[in-house]
């Protein structure tokens, strides 16, 4: 049986979805952005990190219309690769409280969530954890834009 380690995100009311393990590569408690004018309400700001401008997701805004923002919330640094030797990708996504490291197998395989509707969108696969189902995140789907053109 297949097992492998993945991040909770704790994303804000009551939702949840995961990142692989080596997908997580910093956390940002107390992020200070920048907002981009005339961007969409899920993706208006970026995170200045390493003299880069990284775009940040609110997914909770993309997936509820309730911005994960006003719960005071933390940001991980996040990075995907297009395919296998492509140069990594980097983004931030926002979340309430710390991440919780979990060991993952194939007998957790689970649907997704039906409410939110839209996890099918941003999501790969779902398992089920402490008897409820965490999404696995997407990252180069989420932070390619497309999403934009479905909110």
Known sequence: MA???AWILDLAYG????VGEHDMLHLVEKPLWAIIPYTPAHCQRVLIW??????????????TGKSAEDTNPSSGIVAWQERPE????YGVLLFSGL??????????????????????TVAISCFRYDNQPVPILDLARIFSGALTHLS
């Open 50 to 63: 390493e003299n880069a401008l990284l775009p940040m997701m609110d997914l909770t805004k993309w997936l």
């Open 99 to 120: 991440p919780r490291k979990v060991r993952v197998n194939d007998a957790q395989s689970c649907a997704w969530p039906t409410q939110p509707a839209g996890w099918q």
């Open 15 to 18: 939702l949840r979805a995961a």
């Open 86 to 89: 492509a140069t990594p990708q």
């Open 3 to 5: 097992e492998a380690t």
